[in-house]
């Protein structure tokens, strides 16, 4: 998800069975998650190639939907791409 200001926030996922880390194999496409996103803010999916690390502010800031998605950041893992 991206803020007014360009920051980006990773939506939180599940911990993996064997540990180490986190695992999201596919989660739901952007518009199947009905958010409604204050005004000029963004839903994108960005596809990992390998495993990936991604660095949260700590504390960071949280967004939490009615939806039950939750997002976190904000983070500079990706890099931005014109739309």
Known sequence: ???TEGRDFVQVIAASPEG???LQR???EPASFNLA???KWKLRTEWLESRTT???PNPPQ???FASG???QGPVDTFS???E
């Open 20 to 22: 180490g880390g986190v």
């Open 54 to 56: 991604i660095h949260l």
């Open 69 to 71: 998605a939750s997002f």
């Open 37 to 39: 996103l204050p005004d």
């Open 26 to 28: 596919a989660g739901p």
């Open 62 to 64: 949280a967004w939490l």
């Open 80 to 82: 931005k791409k014109s």
């Open 1 to 3: 998800m991206e803020d």
